[in-house]
């Protein structure tokens, strides 16, 4: 019986920490409740990415972000093939850290996103000898991200970023292709709500 009123107690602590984190949450200043949602595109040196971008607000300060898109890109001689063109759909997920408690201005952040890409690839070019192949990859590429937020008219947002980070092959069906250190710039239009 000392068990089970001890559960009790705990569960009833746990209940009432929640409530309070959720009236926490809910007193919150309407800039910490914010919601970005817009088109984001990233370039790096052989590529682009290009996506839906979702992002809200946590907490003065703090926010979660998040996109869903597709990867495009051309290794051209930079791989580990002569030749490595491909694409794949992808997801990222991430966390801003805003030094303004309205959420626009500088911040900094990191990321993880996760592609799953299709590669052509092809040696010897031109020759007798050319062999080509395709290789079916999931990347892991963790991502350290600065930028800036501007508000215009109260609700339009745009974002320059600059990101470095590194590309991992964690799955890879076929040759071995490109993976290694990666640097991105790009920009974020969306809407606040």
């Not at 892991?140 to 970023?161: D, E, R």
């Amino acid at each position: 019986m000392f068990i089970v009123n001890a559960l009790k107690d705990r569960c009833k602590l746990l209940f009432f920490l929640f409530f309070c984190s959720m009236s926490g949450i809910n007193a919150q200043e309407p800039s910490d409740r914010f919601r970005d949602l817009g088109l984001e595109i990233q370039q790096y040196p052989t590529g682009f990415l290009l996506g839906g971008h979702f992002e809200f607000g946590l907490g003065q300060h703090h926010a979660l972000a998040f996109r869903a898109g597709v990867n495009i890109f051309d290794h051209r001689d930079l791989g580990v093939q002569e030749e490595e063109k491909g694409s794949g759909p992808g997801f990222t997920v991430g966390y801003n850290y805003y030094f303004n408690p309205t959420h626009q201005g500088w911040f900094l952040g990191i990321r993880n996103d996760f592609w799953f890409n299709s590669v052509d690839w092809r040696n010897n070019l031109g020759s007798a000898s050319e062999t080509s192949g395709n290789t079916q990859i999931v990347v892991m590429q963790p991502t350290a991200i600065a930028g800036h937020l501007f508000i215009l008219n109260n609700q339009w947002v745009v974002t320059p970023t600059l990101a470095f980070g590194y590309e991992i092959n964690v799955v890879e069906e076929g040759e071995d292709v490109g993976e290694g250190a990666i640097l991105l710039w790009g920009v974020n239009l969306g809407y606040r709500f």
